[in-house]
């Protein structure tokens, strides 16, 4: 019995290595055809099959996903800011964008993501289910911290050209929302980093930790320093964040292996 | 979340934007296959419609995910065809296996490959646990909530299921670990 937890583990591993590998075709944004459901008045039996069936039309190929991302992000960049309520978000590579004032307004310097841990880069990867990429623009961090329980990597980078510069990193695959950023939509560009889409978003922003239960953990809120990109691989989705120009962050991002 | 229960729309918006994704995997990854757009929109109308029994201080999450995984179990129950529920890994990592990659990438390619083989040949009840506990990431104790089982019974059939899921490991590994 003494060897259980030793294979177990191993097809545990297996497993979830498996699981990030699946095809699941994107989601629909159900947003509209939800609230008109629920806004529809007695008789709207009729209605719920016409959306349904809008549904399914709507669902060829899997490229249509990109599309309404896309579509989304034209939309709130028409939307006048200010506005009173948050009807818009946008979520991307673990990341949600919202336009509108955040939870916290002071920086706040002890803010931090829950349960960190300091650890050597080689002991980090053993913690976490993700590959975890390097800058080769910016070499070994200085400092790698895992939160979470092993949920997100933050590499640090103390000494730059550029100042503090931080890397976040955490699986990209399980499609659930890690930070949420409170932005001005017109501070927000579409980038190409490798190949794959991006967002670049400029001048600091509130940032809160979203915690596997999808609230946020108020200790984390602070302002970003810096401008933050924003990108993602198969299975991991990255933030950098520091004092860096655009060329400068595109340039880390792209040696990232 | 306490404007959502107050019958606030756009707050509920919010959640919506914000759940959609797990939401769709879940009901993807049990089975729902191309209808899984379908039971999402039904399971955020019908939790809306439930909010006043989701109680204060609990996650909305794995509650959500109850709603999606019966209606997922609704719409499989009335359909015959098993092979529309099959797991596949996507696209890039099948063709892994015959690109120019390094051996022991091709390796764990068709291991997992060969996992996903199997983790479809499994009774329905031992898949749809693994595919909570280690798909969808969820705790033993969630499992138990979305799949509406009682804790023991997730555990037992984890623990199942992993047994039949011994003999794919690779033969190296297995002799670690009983020798070690």
């Known amino acids: 019995m003494a060897d259980r937890a030793g294979w177990q583990g191993a097809v545990e591993s297996e497993l979830r290595a498996a699981g990030r590998a699946l095809a699941v075709p994107p989601a629909s944004d159900l947003t509209a055809a939800v609230r008109q459901r629920l806004e529809g008045r007695a008789g ?15 669902r ?16 709130l960049i028409a939307t006048p800011q200010g506005r009173a309520v948050v009807l818009h978000v946008l979520r991307f590579a673990g990341v949600e964008l919202r336009q509108g004032p955040g939870p916290v307004r002071s920086p706040g310097s002890g803010a931090s993501l829950p349960g960190e841990r300091r650890m050597s880069l080689e002991r980090a990867r053993r913690h976490v289910s993700f590959p975890i990429l390097v800058p080769a623009a910016l070499g ?15 590499l640090i980078y103390r000494r730059t050209p550029h100042g503090l510069v931080r890397m976040d990193e955490f699986a990209g695959h399980l499609d659930q929302i890690v930070f949420e950023k409170f932005v001005h939509l017109g501070n927000v560009t579409e980038v190409e980093v490798n190949g794959t889409r991006g967002l670049w978003v400029t001048g600091p922003q509130e940032l809160v930790y979203i915690t596997r239960d999808g609230t946020p953990a108020v200790a984390s809120a602070r302002l970003t320093t810096g401008n933050t990109l924003i990108w993602g691989t198969r299975r991991v989705a990255l933030r950098l964040e520091g004092n860096l120009g655009k060329t400068a962050a595109l340039a880390i991002a792209s040696s990232a292996r | 979340m306490a404007r959502s229960r107050g019958g606030d729309l756009d707050a509920y918006a919010v959640l919506i934007a914000r759940y959609t994704l797990r939401a769709h995997r879940a009901a993807f990854l049990l089975g729902a296959g191309e209808e899984s757009d379908d039971v999402v929109q039904e399971a955020f109308v019908k939790a809306f419609r439930h909010l006043s029994r989701f109680r204060a201080g609990e996650s909305f999450g794995p509650w959500l995910l109850r709603i999606v995984a019966n209606e997922t179990r609704n719409l499989t129950r009335s359909r015959r065809r098993r092979a529309a529920l099959e797991l596949r890994l996507c696209a890039a990592d099948a063709n892994a296996v015959t690109a120019d990659a390094p051996v022991d990438e091709v390796l764990a390619a068709e291991r997992r490959a060969g996992l996903v083989a199997a983790v479809n040949g499994l009774p329905d009840r031992e898949r ?9 990431d969820l705790s033993e104790a969630e499992t138990a909530q979305v799949l509406a089982w009682p804790l023991g019974s997730v555990k037992s059939r984890t623990w199942r ?6 003999g794919l490991l690779a033969p190296e590994e297995q002799n670690r670990f009983s020798s070690g």
């Not at chain 1, 209605?47 to 399914?56: A, H, K, P, Q, S």
């Not at chain 1, 070994?140 to 933050?154: C, H, K, L, M």
């Not at chain 2, 299921?161 to 011994?166: G, H, K």
């Open chain 1, 60 to 75: 060829r190929g899997w490229r249509a996903a990109l599309a309404v991302v896309v579509a989304l992000l034209a939309v």
């Open chain 1, 140 to 154: 070994r961090p200085g400092e790698v911290v895992i939160s979470d329980g092993g949920r997100v990597v933050s």
């Open chain 2, 161 to 166: 299921a992993l047994n039949r899921l011994r």
């Open chain 1, 44 to 58: 709207h039996r009729r209605d719920e099959r016409v959306l349904r069936t809008g549904t399914v039309r709507r």
């Open chain 2, 128 to 136: 749809r646990v693994l595919v909570c506990r280690y798909f969808l």
